[in-house]
């Protein structure tokens, strides 16, 4: 007999889970299914194991510096092992919590791979057999995996992807990173402080391209500093196996050059999931870049959605996946909700962290806006001074009429919990005047918010006047 439900979402991700959170929520009958796992890559081998490793590699550079701070250790070390062993605990602790959430809610988890046999029905493969969901809405929240590019030797023993540079048994000697973007960014910043030659190859003209220009720049000037050797403007050509590991073949604009590395990690992209779901069943063509929804996250099949990853609106990032999971399902229970990207920070979780939200000066200039531009540097702020983390900025985006803020990009210590404000200041459509007028606490990193906003007109009280 089939089991029945008012939503069914395949995938458990953080949008999946989240998705089927808010049904039940809702009062809805809920069933997801996974083929893998609980938590999806984000907490198994995305976001939440790469924090662990993060901090473990912040901790031990602390350590390194703690006669900086009058604080006499030994000379730190690396156990390899008990860094390995944290990160599975935290991943551990994240899947069984997500695990209580949805049992608490009254979820139907079935672990298994499901495919459309009808717009409401599916057909899921478990382990020992086979079962039929019948469900009023079904949500595909099946992410994402490594995209596979055609360079020659791609696929050489030593190439790795994320999940193989979140689980080596021991630390190489030196790593290629092929990608600048945060992916490749973090796991050049993570294993650069932890000893190992980094070498990271952006085929664009600058690391981070899909954000503000001085993010970019930002973080190759404290990458730099860390000992990580970056190549921008550089394609990859070929990978070839050595004695001594791997060589990487690269076309700059002055020529060729090569790069030896003990292991390659491909940092290229991301690929949506969209294979063997029965979507030919439903008339559904998805393109190389996901599946076509609308602004409810609705795809050409009444009752049927996509989001997260395998969507084709939005970036790929797991908070916008879990938005967008909780704006589907109410629109499938009959509430008003639609998706807006105007406010969508992005994070990378490098040491110091970056982050940004709205316009970047670049696309403000481009949409013909007369911009005025703050940047406050965290060498000016106390905080950053006490903690020894002075690396960094704040800088706010805003158009020159009304002061509206169009966009805030942080390089620094928190970046990631200070770009907070700026996605409010946006969401709320706020001015800079606004945010001169809140009064942020002191000694804080959030001054440097302030700062900003007040450079932007000139006005900065702890910068210098020229």
Known sequence: MAIRADVAVIGAGPGGYVAALRASQLGAKVVCIDKQWVGGVCLNEGCIPTKALLRSAEVYQLAKEAAKYGVVVDEPGID????????????EQEVRGVRMLLDRAGVQVLMGEAAFIRPDTLSVQLADGKETVVADN????????????????????????????????????????????????????????????????????????????????????????????????????????????LLVSMQTADGEEQVEAELVLSAIGRAPNVENLGLENLGIKPTRK?????????????????????????????????HQGVVAVEDALGHTARMDYTAVPSCIFTVPEAAGV??????????????????????????????????????????????????????????????????????????LDEIEHTIHAHPTLGEAIAEAALAARGRALHLPRR
């Not at 503000?212 to 990458?223: N, R």
């Not at 009444?302 to 990032?317: C, F, Q, R, S, T």
Request: glycine residues 12%.
């Open 80 to 91: 390899w092992a008990k860094v390995q062993a944290r990160k599975r605990q935290v991943i």
């Open 138 to 245: 079904v949500i595909i929240a099946t992410g994402s995996r490594t995209m596979q590019v055609p360079i020659p030797g791609l696929d050489s023993p030593g190439v790795i992807d994320h999940a193989g540079a979140l689980s080596l048994e021991k630390l190489p000697a030196s790593l290629c990173v092929i990608g600048g973007g945060a992916i490749g960014l973090e796991f050049a910043s993570l294993y650069s402080i932890l000893g190992v030659e980094v070498t990271v190859v952006e085929m664009l003209p600058r690391i981070a391209p899909l954000m503000d220009a001085s993010i970019g720049e930002g973080l190759a000037w404290s990458l730099g500093n860390q000992g990580v050797n970056i190549f921008t403007g550089t394609r990859v050509t070929s990978v070839a196996k050595t004695d001594a590991g």
């Open 290 to 322: 996901g599946i076509q929804v609308d602004d409810r996250m609705r795809t050409i099949v009444p009752h049927v959605y996509a989001i997260g990853d395998v969507a084709l609106e939005g970036p790929m990032l797991a908070h916008v996946a879990s």
């Open 358 to 431: 709205g316009l970047t000066e670049e696309e403000a200039r481009a949409k013909g806006y007369d911009v005025q531009v703050g940047v406050f540097s965290l060498a000016n702020n106390g905080k950053a001074i006490t903690m020894g983390e002075t690396d960094g900025f704040v800088k706010i985006v805003s158009e020159a009429e009304y002061g509206a803020v169009l966009g805030m990009h942080a390089v620094g210590p928190h970046a990631s919990d200070l770009i907070l404000e700026g996605t409010l200041a946006l969401s709320l459509e706020s001015t």
